[in-house]
């Protein structure tokens, strides 16, 4: 057997950057839009405020998520949003490219206080280093993309 599949793995994901520009700009955008339609002035106004907010709050929640991702033989792939690792079962949809992932999973039956059942997580490659990036493609591939 391959020694390197039995490795287990451990990631923590850090803010990205190119995110950040990607989202600054798209709000960016929308406030333009709001202010140059031809709405009412009061209603413009509301908008740009609620849209000062939602930013706010994005950024403050991009800051404040640490989310890590775990494999190991025996107890499969985890996921950690804040501090305790919950398993989850990656799924077959899930989207791998050389600069991002679109990581596809389904938390495992009996996880208490998960209302949906599917969920998805962006992952950037700058979000990672590389050779950490490069191990979670690898190990994706081996374990469930088939």
Not at 78 to 94: C, K, N, P, R, W
Not at 97 to 102: C, K, R, S, V
Request: hydrophobic letters at 50%.
């Amino acid at each position: 057997m391959n020694r390197e599949n039995n490795t287990p793995l451990l990631l923590a994901f850090k803010p990205s950057s190119s995110l950040k520009r990607v989202v600054v700009f798209m709000y960016l955008l929308a406030l333009l839009a709001a202010m140059v339609n031809s709405l009412a002035f009061s209603i413009k106004i509301s908008l740009v405020i609620m849209l000062v907010i939602h930013y706010r709050v994005a950024v403050h929640r991009a800051k404040t998520m640490n989310y890590k991702i775990k494999y190991s033989d025996a107890s499969g792939w985890e996921l950690a949003e804040e501090m305790d690792f919950i398993g989850v079962d990656i799924l077959q949809s899930t989207v791998i490219t050389t600069q991002l992932l679109f990581l596809h999973f389904n938390f495992v039956p009996n996880t208490p206080l998960r209302l949906y059942n599917k969920h998805s997580l962006l992952i950037l490659k700058d979000q990672l280093t590389p050779e950490d990036y490069c191990s979670l493609i690898v190990k994706l591939k081996m374990t469930v993309i088939k």
